[in-house]
């Protein structure tokens, strides 16, 4: 049994790898049968954004635990952020947000950003945080850091159109 450790850490997000590489496959088999999960019967519309929208950030969250995303309340794993997502190799990540007020289009802005990681994890079969090749401005890119966290900025207020993602993900496991 080959066992790796090891911590990569883009912006926000930091990839974990933590045991046995043959977990992945059982791990991403779980994933894959997520979509028995009965989702909600809301449709929802890829133009609904967190300033318009922020209670969608309610169903963000109901559809990541779904998927097996872990989210918690408190201290984040990098210094002066609100919320890390915590990409582990082969399964499914953890999200960790501060407890501090925010207004609910802050928030959601936020537990937003945080998914498209998960999006990128996902992109990447769970072994690396793949960037999801959404239009950007690539001159931004210094001043966030890396292409993921520049996509992460980018699309953050798009609350729909990240659910709407996630929701496409599950249902490709049909």
Same mark, same amino acid.
């Given at each position: 049994?080959?066992?790796?450790?090891?911590?990569?850490?883009? %912006?926000?997000?930091?990839?974990?790898?933590? +045991?046995? &590489? $043959?977990?992945?496959? %059982? %791990?991403?088999?779980?994933?894959?049968?997520? $979509?028995?999960?009965?989702?909600?019967?809301?449709?929802?519309? %890829? $133009?609904?954004?967190?300033?318009?929208?922020?209670? &969608?950030?309610?169903? &963000?969250?109901?559809? +990541?635990?779904?998927?097996?995303?872990?989210? &918690?309340?408190?201290?984040?794993?990098?210094? $002066?952020?609100?919320?890390?997502?915590?990409?582990?190799? +082969?399964?499914?990540?953890?999200?960790?947000?501060?407890?501090?007020?925010?207004?609910?289009?802050?928030?959601?802005?936020?537990?937003?950003?945080?998914?498209?990681?998960?999006?990128?994890?996902?992109? +990447?079969?769970?072994?690396?945080?793949?960037?999801?090749?959404?239009?950007?401005?690539?001159?931004?890119?210094?001043?966030?850091?890396s292409l993921q966290e520049l996509e992460a900025y980018t699309y953050q207020n798009e609350v729909g159109f990240i659910l709407k993602l996630l929701q496409d993900?599950?249902?490709?496991?049909?």
């Amino acid at each position: 049994m080959k066992s790796v450790i090891a911590f990569l850490l883009i %912006s926000t997000t930091a990839i974990v790898v933590d +045991g046995d &590489l $043959n977990e992945f496959e %059982s %791990s991403f088999s779980r994933l894959s049968q997520v $979509n028995q999960v009965e989702l909600s019967n809301t449709q929802f519309e %890829s $133009n609904e954004n967190c300033d318009n929208r922020p209670d &969608l950030v309610s169903e &963000l969250l109901k559809v +990541g635990r779904q998927m097996g995303v872990t989210i &918690l309340e408190g201290e984040p794993k990098m210094a $002066n952020k609100d919320a890390t997502y915590e990409a582990r190799y +082969g399964r499914i990540g953890v999200i960790t947000v501060s407890q501090r007020f925010m207004q609910p289009d802050t928030y959601c802005r936020l537990i937003s950003h945080e998914f498209i990681h998960v999006l990128q994890h996902l992109n +990447g079969d769970l072994r690396s945080v793949k960037p999801m090749g959404f239009d950007v401005p690539i001159h931004m890119i210094q001043s966030v850091g890396s292409l993921q966290e520049l996509e992460a900025y980018t699309y953050q207020n798009e609350v729909g159109f990240i659910l709407k993602l996630l929701q496409d993900f599950l249902y490709r496991f049909e």
